[in-house]
């Protein structure tokens, strides 16, 4: 059985005043699948990212995500948005509130559980990013990568059907990507469907069942990691690869 | 003039005495206009204050013309207009009344200032994380932005309030006996000015901790900074 996509995104636009950011993107991301982007900065990937849960308002083009028609006026982006977790480059952990905390707040607000079993869901949650022990820290207590790892247990908690991650290791010391990285293919092997713009290319590797290289607001070639890395066939993929090797 | 003149006119004991009686109905007057404006004038700053991140220009220019209006008007000036020139209009104010109102619309107006640069100072990350879980505006608002704003603010929101409170002594001028008042009265029955003296005690003793608890906030912000 062909199930349906989780993420079909369709002829997505984008301006930003006269900046035409988004030219006509399509993607479209199965069940269990994990989709990497990458792209010069300007491109356009975190925007699409971002069109993904509407963070960002496409001009034009439809995104339905798990069935749900996301730029319908009838749909209640709020409850869509459950869906879909979102984690940012700058992990965005509420730094007045403990990791728990961050964690609970939306199980509490949105889902409307009593406290008691949003925190048992929100240790499970930490448990799941080998964060038990910090739970009563704040943010300001925590390292980076301990950050961002709370900030995946604050998405996955409400049990999103798919993932979005927006660069989550790029703000990262070198020797703090690794933990993020290992909680994120560990939502892998768990059946995550992930989208995740990002430059690891060895995680990609790793991982990724297929890589979208975009360029100047357009999906310029798309393939398996294999394909991408090691055979591009368009002259800005090659340049854009050679480049971010020589890191 | 001598020492001991200057201690008769000014720091009379047995006067300070005498007034002490109605000096203390003009202080629960003043603590309690405290208590009703600096509210109003923190329900009214907030309001403003999320009418700001409104950036539709149906809001946004008159919200400016408001704050700007109200912040530039001297208050004493405000409340006497509308004791004084609301009748004419057809709407007769009790002095609270009057009071209230303009200690809705002049506090109000800094309040909303300083919420506003509040709201500013908290990263734009923070609304998009708390929406990106299914939170409403206005939930992440209430959970996430303005927690932290107010705390970005605290001691500018103390010190407001502490020349609200000091501002409360201009409701002297539509006769409500608060603190002020009561000392004036007092001075003009003795000729005297002792119970202005004793006044001034009064509203140092008052807002003096108050004092002290800023300073201590502010130095603890500078070395959070640093």
Known sequence: MTSRPIVEARGVHKHFGTLHVLKGVDLVVAERELVFVIGPSGSGKSTLLRCLNRLEEPSAGSIVVDGIDLLDRRTDINKARRRIGMVFQGFNLYPHMTALGNVTLALRKVLGLPRAEAEARGRVALERVHLSDRADHYPSQLSGGQQQRVAIARAIALEPRVMLFDEPTSALDPELVGGVLAVMRELREDGMTMVVVSHEMGFARAAADRVLFMDDGLVVEEGTPEQIFGAPRHERTRAFISQIERH | ?226
């Open chain 2, 1 to 226: 003039m001598s020492w001991e003149d200057f201690a008769l006119a000014f720091l009379n004991l047995e006067i300070m005495r005498e007034a002490s009686p109605i000096l203390v109905q003009g202080l629960v007057q003043t603590i309690l206009l405290s208590l009703l404006v600096v509210p109003l004038g923190l329900v009214g700053g907030t309001v403003l204050a999320l009418l700001s991140t409104v950036r539709h220009p149906l809001v946004r220019w008159p919200l400016m013309a408001w704050v700007d209006t109200f912040r530039a008007l001297p208050p004493l000036v405000l409340l006497v207009f509308i004791y004084a020139g609301m009748p004419f209009a057809g709407l007769e104010l009790p002095a609270w009344g009057a009071v209230a109102i303009g200690f809705f619309l002049n506090t109000g107006a800094y309040y909303g200032e300083i919420l506003r640069a509040g709201i500013e100072s908290v990263p734009r990350g923070q609304m998009e994380a708390a929406r990106s879980t299914g939170l409403t505006r206005g939930q992440a608002m209430a959970y996430v932005v303005m927690p932290q704003a107010v705390r970005n603010v605290l001691p500018d929101l103390i010190s407001n309030t502490l020349e609200v409170v000091k501002l409360t002594s201009i409701a002297s001028v539509v006769a409500l006996p608060e603190l002020l008042f009561q000392a004036r009265q007092a001075q003009s029955v003795t000729y005297n000015a002792s119970p202005l003296v004793a006044a001034a005690v009064v509203y140092f003793v008052l807002l003096w901790p108050v004092v002290r608890l800023l300073s201590r906030l502010e130095n603890r912000q500078l070395a959070g900074r640093g």
